[in-house]
T-cell receptor, first 117, second 111 residues
Framework: KAGVTQTPRYLIKTRGQQVTLSCSPI?????VSWYQQTPGQGLQFLFE???????NKGNFPGRFSGRQFSNSRSEMNVSTLELGDSALYLC????????????????FGPGTRLTVL | SQQGEEDPQALSIQEGENATMNCSYK?????LQWYRQNSGRGLVHLIL?????REKHSGRLRVTLDTSKKSSSLLITASRAADTASYFC???????????FGSGTRLQVQP
């Protein structure tokens, strides 16, 4: 099975612009989660989507949004970019269930490295 | 916010030695997972241990979990240069479908 893919791998933007990142989960996986990794804050959870619905959200401002399509592919959008948004953005997929909790494994993609100038 | 504190922050050993990393967390969890990351790339899943398990093995990896102390350890036996990476513990908190990551341990294995 192909792993989680993320596009683009690298991105350079300027302050005030917006950006859209894409994630294709492993075939058959229905849950997609997004994480931000920075040297200062480490790995932080952004949000999770399951069956096109956002199920869980981290503590990020409304400039960060996402969506999931019927084929489970997901996009993440950041509007009005700030210098502090420079980070590695990681997407993870899992089989998941419709239940409230889970004990399944999340598989991560290679990430998109976003640089904001 | 990060839940876990990992100890040590950095570890340098010789090939063939064992490497032990520790992780502490604060809340009740469903499971705890360990991941490896090479040079700012994606995370590779190593092992998942559920809250009702105390020890788990996978190849050269041994993970223990002590829920009374809210701590876990990852042991890599017979380390290789290819094990050089950052290692993160991540907890899935009870009732929350998200992983909370520790700060990571940078492991350097000298050939």
């Amino acid at each position: 099975k192909a792993g989680v893919t993320q596009t683009p791998r690298y991105l350079i933007k300027t302050r005030g612009q917006q950006v859209t990142l894409s994630c294709s989960p492993i075939s058959g996986h229905r849950s997609v989660s997004w994480y931000q990794q920075t040297p200062g804050q480490g790995l932080q959870f952004l949000f999770e989507y399951f069956s096109e619905t956002q199920r869980n959200k981290g503590n990020f401002p409304g400039r960060f949004s996402g969506r999931q399509f019927s084929n489970s592919r997901s996009e993440m959008n950041v509007s009005t970019l700030e210098l502090g948004d420079s980070a590695l953005y990681l997407c993870a997929s899992s089989l998941a269930t419709s239940g409230r909790t889970r004990t399944d494994t999340q598989y991560f993609g290679p990430g998109t490295r976003l640089t904001v100038l | 916010s990060q839940q876990g504190e990992e100890d040590p922050q950095a570890l340098s050993i010789q090939e063939g030695e064992n490497a032990t990393m520790n992780c502490s967390y604060k809340t009740s969890i469903n499971n705890l997972q360990w991941y490896r990351q090479n040079s700012g790339r994606g995370l590779v899943h190593l092992i998942l241990i559920r809250s009702n398990e105390r020890e788990k093995h996978s190849g050269r990896l041994r993970v223990t979990l002590d829920t009374s102390k809210k701590s876990s350890s990852l042991l890599i036996t017979a380390s290789r240069a290819a094990d050089t990476a950052s290692y993160f513990c991540a907890t899935e908190d009870t009732g929350r479908r998200a992983l909370t990551f520790g700060s990571g341990t940078r492991l350097q294995v000298q050939p």
